[in-house]
């Protein structure tokens, strides 16, 4: 069987029990079972975690002139949960998912919002934060020195590519070892069944 981990990024995993512990108790298995085989894709997640921390400064300092003052703030809770790559990248650094709260609305403001802003470290916020940009936003950044700026730029597009390249290398790793997980198919089917 081969697996197509487009089929793996959704938003409302969450929502969805059933295949959340699905999704969770895979990757359980893989990263618990399979520490050496997936040791490519730990090495792409510890970067990428390095350098999305690198780039926090820069949007820091851009979300602080306009953030406190905006009418229509973005963080609401159906922001705040993973997906499932955001989940392949947690298991990879080590780390396990989120307790999130049981009945919170999706539209009211995320759990995870206080009064400095997102309470989590950038590096392990769902990759949709971090890559959310409102047009104010990015005005304020555009508008600031050039050259901060386009280093940015090319620091977020390195970003995408490394995820890129650390999902590609989790999905090549679950295609071989397939064959010989007995159970691993039907609990795949499980977490991506829509
Ligand atoms: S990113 Fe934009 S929409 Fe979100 S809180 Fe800041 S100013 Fe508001
Ligand atoms: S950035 Fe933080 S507070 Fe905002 S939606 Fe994402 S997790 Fe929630």
Redesign the pocket.
């Known amino acids: 069987m081969t697996i197509p981990m487009s089929q793996l990024n959704d938003t409302p995993l969450w929502h969805d029990r059933e295949r959340w512990y699905a999704a969770t108790s895979f990757l359980e298995r893989m990263f618990n079972n399979y520490g050496s085989e997936l040791s490519e894709v730990t090495e792409y997640a510890n970067e990428l975690g390095k350098r999305i921390d690198a780039v926090s400064p820069f949007i820091q300092d851009n979300t602080a002139s306009v953030c406190p003052l905006c009418p229509k703030v973005?963080?609401?809770n159906v922001?705040?949960y993973y997906d499932h790559n955001d989940l392949t990248y947690i298991y990879a650094l080590g780390l396990r998912p989120l307790r999130y709260k049981e009945g919170l609305n999706d539209t009211g403001p995320?759990?995870?919002?206080s009064r400095d802003?997102?309470?989590?470290e950038r590096p392990v916020?769902?990759f949709r934060?971090n890559w959310y940009f409102c047009r104010r936003l990015t005005q304020q950044m555009e508008d600031g020195p050039a050259r901060p700026y386009r280093q940015f730029v090319n620091r977020f597009q390195e970003v995408v590519n490394l995820r890129r390249l650390m999902l590609d290398e989790f999905s090549c790793r679950v295609n071989l070892l397939a064959p010989q997980e007995e159970g691993f198919a039907s609990l795949y089917m499980k977490s991506v069944k829509s």
């Open positions: 973005c963080c609401i922001h705040g995320c759990q995870f919002l802003g997102c309470g989590l916020r769902p934060c």
